[in-house]
């Protein structure tokens, strides 16, 4: 009788690895549900958790010395938060995540994933792979932030949000988005004004909906074709569809 494949975690960096490794780490993990804007880890605090999103986006910030905060990446289901556990490192000095839509994600216990990750060697390289994806997206968020234009920087977050979300309409604040852009609320009405004159979104308090995902590409600086093509040769290298 042939053997069934196993079915999806909703994870596609969990559902690349052997399945021997994928049981093992599923048996740790825990569905949880985290609502926007919920903190998953504080600058200089020890990392309880790794987190598998199934859905929604993990945002990685940068605290500035006076509170304010530069997003330096973000992680979907093509991924996990955590990666520092099993790189040796208990926190990080400046960097918070938080959740940045309401996301469904499978959560291991630090000490669990660090020592299921140092045994289970096809889990462990995945994760090596998968550090070298999230320094290029470091990297680039750096220039990003300071050479493209808040609606650039808003086109490329909310195609990244449709790709992780498999959804047109999408949730969020005001507050939130400018949080993310490094921008005064008000700046927010007027990029999602100008999206919205071009026909790309429709905007209304509390929600955007994608109409035109070509001419929002075409808004978008060049960082979001970099970056997901970053991603799409990870998953090719594990091979996973990179369109999930």
């Known amino acids: 009788m042939a ?16 399945q021997s490794d994928r049981d093992a780490l599923l048996a740790l993990a825990k569905q949880v ?5 919920e903190v998953l880890a504080e600058a200089d605090e020890p990392l309880r958790y790794a987190y598998f999103p199934r859905n929604g986006m993990v945002s990685i910030v940068t605290v500035v010395e006076d509170g304010t905060m530069v997003e330096s990446g973000t992680i979907g289901n093509e991924g996990m938060f955590g990666i520092q556990i099993v790189l040796g490192a208990e926190s990080s000095p400046n960097l918070r995540a938080l959740a940045q839509i309401r996301t469904d994600a499978m959560r291991v216990e630090a000490d669990e994933f660090r020592s299921l990750a140092l045994n289970a060697s096809t889990l462990q390289s995945r994760l090596l792979r998968y550090s070298h994806v999230l320094l290029v997206q470091a990297a680039q968020a750096v220039l990003c932030n300071r050479r493209h234009s808040a609606e650039q920087r808003c086109a490329k977050w909310l195609l990244f949000a449709q790709d992780r979300m498999g959804t047109d309409r999408i949730d969020l604040t005001q507050e939130f988005l400018s949080q993310v852009l490094g921008v005064r609320r008000a700046s927010v009405t007027t990029v999602a004004n100008a999206l919205r ?22 808004a978008s600086c060049g960082c979001y074709a970099m970056i997901r093509q970053e991603y799409d040769r990870f998953l090719k290298a594990t091979g996973v569809s990179a369109n999930g």
Do not use: C, M, W
């Open 3 to 18: 053997a069934t494949d196993p079915v999806a975690s909703g994870n596609r960096l969990i559902d690349s690895l052997p």
């Open 197 to 218: 004159k071009q026909g790309f979104i429709a905007y209304h308090r509390g929600s955007i909906t994608i109409l035109d995902r070509a001419g929002l590409e075409s």
């Open 33 to 37: 549900t985290l609502e926007t804007g």
